[in-house]
């Protein structure tokens, strides 16, 4: 089977350009001397975690529980969840811990530390558990400077009932940069925090197991990662518009895109549509801090993602994507075309399934763990 | 089964307001004298388009061929196919077709019609074809005051192969309508579009079996729809932020609603997060050109959907919503916050199910038709 065979919108990856993704992270985790535990939430399916845990321990990185329960069942051993875990879903944290080596949560708050003792007691277990800490997205995450921070670090290194992993951070601010070395400067912030952290922990008499940063571009940007222990970058596996716009990648790097149908052409006012809209592409804006006029992805040819000029997404709909530009008048109502997507994490989250191709040649369909 | 027992983010679907839009609507339509064929891409799910559909022919829009197959394997006979058909999904818009007693499409080019004259041909049928029209969103849709238009309803209304269904538009730039009176003259350019193009054709001997228009905004705004046939609103079954601010309806009458819990708050810093991110809420925007700082919903109590003050959704990421403002101090880990979505279609489309409420009691369970 082939490209030209799938139906549209389909979500498509570029097995090469995957695999090359996936091997430079793990030899630059490598070659930085950190382990590497890939978020996974960027294509939640399994084929691909295994790929890019290759020569690395094969912990992963998931961001909720529907990916944890499906990771576990393919043999997913180690796993941290990291979006602070909701007091109501220790339940099922406890009932996925018991099936593998160790589901791992995060808390910033003494009400979660609490409703976990509380879990972890009830079921006579331990529970581990990472405390996260802010280091300048103001998202989650405890102030590191916080007396706060030092009561709840303490706190966890104390319990009986929590296996403390240590200390973790994400400097998702990295997404504002505009090029790799303001990225680079994220990254120093996501190190820095941490290690001044730890030493005040240290200080304090509380010791730090492990620690934990993580981010494509921050990774992607970084020269010196001494003293940290683990990274979890995600979206390096598909890379997207946006990464390659802040200078994580180039275009060519990206390995994820969806194939879309023109279905009208209007070429005398330079307008067409395709078949994918918002619930194909998603609506992120993308790096319009950098280019204003980026659309809602970029479009390229079928057969090998060369750049198509004079065509650009202005808008989308629920299933219209609008495109203008003198490149329609090379379109007809049936033409297929290959969209690079801004954000390819929240794109490949609207499919059931993926077709992995090689050139054009379908070699395989992978499936994520959609839902909570 | 209460709200409080569900997990998060789950999808909600208030039935009491859900059915008194769908009556109101309904019996707007009867009032204004035409034909009700709601769209269904709003909810995707049989259960609900049977409600909407009371008191009306039956006949639904919809926005793919998954909706069309679901929706016909529940018992829909007359369905349109409301995005311009390629011409790869004819096979299987005619194997739909045979099933039912209409699957009709969408065409606005002579290599659509060509293509659909063909397959009718192999077939030895005759495929039921709308011709759709531009009133002004220069989306889809054909220039009616064009030569090109007068010959494509020629081709439709002369072809062997093809029941000419008649002339469909949409003003879908009603949704930049800033209030009622705005969108009123959107829907004035519906009517005014189509009366004019008919006569057009008329005036060239070609008859237009059937008018149809639609949007919620328009068909909410409109007085008057003397002359047109049949009228396709879809977002009025469940409404959100977006169309009550720009006056289809209240907040109070929004029917689809997100169940979240925090699970991070540093009231310190007037900050939180939700476990409701992108893959939730959807990246919508929301109303910017009529509240800048709407933010990405908008937060309610759980059991009364009330508005909760001083909270506002300034950010999202996948499984993140960023939560800022005074209301902050009385959130904690754990807390349920109930989220009115600025586009309830594309919130609604994560969910692989609905949990219907009256009240705060689980009813019932629906399953829309996702995918494509």
Redesign the interface.
């Known amino acids: 089977m082939r490209i030209e065979d799938l ?3 389909s979500a498509l990856i570029d097995f090469d350009r995957f695999e090359r993704n996936a091997t430079r992270m793990a030899d630059r985790a490598t070659e930085l001397g950190v382990r590497l535990r890939p978020h996974v ?1 960027t294509h939640k399916c399994a084929e691909a975690a295994r790929i890019q845990s290759q020569g690395h321990f094969g912990g992963i990185t998931v ?2 529980l529907a990916e944890a329960r499906g990771f576990a069942a393919a043999g997913f051993g180690d796993i941290t969840y990291a ?7 220790l339940a099922e944290v406890v009932e996925i811990n018991s099936r593998i080596d160790r589901l791992s949560v995060l808390v ?2 003494m ?2 530390i609490s ?1 976990i003792e509380e879990t972890a007691r009830s079921h006579a277990i331990v529970l581990p558990v990472w405390l ?1 800490i802010d280091c300048g997205l ?6 590191p400077e916080s007396e706060l921070a030092l009561a709840l670090a303490t706190r966890l290194s104390n319990s009986g009932h929590i296996d403390f992993r240590g200390v973790l951070t994400h400097a ?1 601010q990295s997404y504002d940069a505009s090029n790799r070395t303001e990225a680079l400067a994220s990254a120093r912030d996501e190190c820095e925090v941490t290690h001044t952290f730890v030493k005040r922990l240290a200080k304090a008499g509380v010791e730090v197991p492990e620690t934990s940063i993580g981010s494509t571009p921050t990774i992607s940007a970084a020269r010196n990662l001494d003293g940290i222990g683990e990274v979890r970058p995600g979206n390096y596996a598909f890379f997207d518009v946006f990464q390659a716009a802040i200078g994580s990648c180039t275009l060519d790097d990206i390995a994820f895109s969806v194939l879309a ?6 070429p005398e ?1 330079q ?1 067409a ?1 395709i ?1 994918a809209g ?3 592409l ?4 993308g790096p319009t801090h950098i280019d204003p006029d980026c659309g809602y992805g970029r479009i390229v040819a079928v057969e090998d993602q060369h750049p198509l000029p004079g065509l650009r997404i202005t ?1 989308i ?4 994507g ?1 495109i203008d530009g003198p490149g329609t008048a090379a379109l ?3 033409t297929r075309l290959r969209i690079l997507p801004n954000h390819s ?2 794109s490949a ?1 609207c ?2 399934s993926y077709r992995v191709v090689r050139g054009t040649e379908i070699i395989d369909e992978w499936r994520p763990f ?3």
Chains 1, 2 share one sequence.
Do not use: I, M, N
């Not at 979006?83 to 879903?89: F, L």
């Open positions: 139906e549209t919108p939430k961001s909720t979006v602070p875990v909701a007091p109501q879903k910033d708050h009400v979660t409703a996260k103001h998202r989650a995450g405890v102030d998702g149908t023109v279905v009208s052409v209007h006012e307008r549509v078949d918002a619930l194909a998603s609506k992120d804006p808008s709909s629920q299933e219209h609008e007809r109502p049936g994490c929240l989250a499919f059931d959609r839902g909570w």
